[in-house]
Nanobody
Framework: QVQLVESGGGLVQPGGSLRLSCAAS????????MGWYRQAPGKQRELVAI???????NYKDSAKGRFTISRDNAKNTVYLQMNSLKPEDTAVYYC????????????????????WGQGTQVTVSS
């Protein structure tokens, strides 16, 4: 079972930036697509960015142009660079892997493979 450890969250003012990291245990990391999800209070968890095993990326519409997902397979780590943050980005952010994904309208879908980590809290507020 792969274990996931997210870090890098914090309190930031609107317009600010954060870089999230997710370290995954196990040597099979590079085989899977990886995604960053978030869950705001009272809302369902949503997928905001995907990076495929081949390095292609896709983003939820609200993240396009502001967020950048990347991965370092040698370090078993996936990153999410978030710029121009808005209060509506406030949420707990999680990562997970998947075998396949779909894009339905402006939404991304990927069934997570592993148990969730503890997540990292991102709060955007003045």
């Amino acid at each position: 079972q792969v274990q996931l450890v997210e870090s890098g969250g914090g309190l930031v003012q609107p317009g600010g930036s954060l870089r999230l990291s997710c370290a995954a245990s196990g040597s099979i990391f590079s085989m899977y697509h990886m995604g960053w999800y978030r869950q705001a209070p009272g809302k369902q968890r949503e997928l905001v960015a995907i990076i495929t095993s081949g390095g292609s990326t896709n983003y939820k519409d609200s993240a396009k142009g502001r967020f950048t997902i990347s991965r370092d397979n040698a370090k078993n780590t996936v990153y999410l660079q978030m710029n121009s943050l808005k209060p509506e980005d406030t949420a707990v952010y999680y990562c997970n892997g998947g075998n396949s994904y779909s894009i339905i309208g402006s939404y991304l879908r990927m069934n997570p493979l592993w148990s969730w980590g503890q997540g990292t809290q991102v709060t955007v507020s003045s």
